[in-house]
Nanobody, 123 residues
Framework: VQLQASGGGLVQAGGSLRLSCAASGRTFSNYAMGWFRQAPGKERELVAAINWSGTSTYYADSVKGRFTISRDNVKNTGYLQMSSLKPEDTAVYYC?????????????????WGQGTLVTVSS
């Protein structure tokens, strides 16, 4: 499956952005999806994940209560709604897809990756 992330940009602290991840090539509903981010000099980390049906989700503690992951399997698109953004949320955000829900927190288990979209939060 090919993934195309979009929606990044520059936003002031406290603002909101919605990232989108458009999938093509294979049946999107066959895959769990994750949003990762990588800040300069830091490792890529999982921000949020959602299973194929949307019935199970995971959030990193750092974004819990501020970010919401969702998906629309009819539109073959996943989303990450980000609110109350902080400067420390600044990073390149990547969407990724994997088969199954096992070990969803491990980036090594994700089979497909989008190209990344930059989110910059100014103070």
């Amino acid at each position: 499956v090919q993934l195309q992330a979009s929606g990044g940009g520059l936003v002031q602290a406290g603002g909101s952005l919605r990232l989108s991840c458009a999938a093509s090539g294979r049946t999107f509903s066959n895959y769990a999806m994750g949003w990762f981010r990588q800040a300069p000099g830091k490792e890529r980390e999982l921000v949020a994940a959602i299973n194929w049906s949307g019935t199970s989700t995971y959030y990193a503690d750092s974004v819990k209560g501020r970010f919401t992951i969702s998906r629309d399997n009819v539109k073959n698109t996943g989303y990450l709604q980000m609110s109350s953004l902080k400067p420390e949320d600044t990073a390149v955000y990547y969407c990724a897809a994997k088969v199954g829900w096992t070990r969803y927190s491990s980036k090594e288990t994700y089979n497909y990756w989008g190209q990344g979209t930059l989110v910059t939060v100014s103070s």
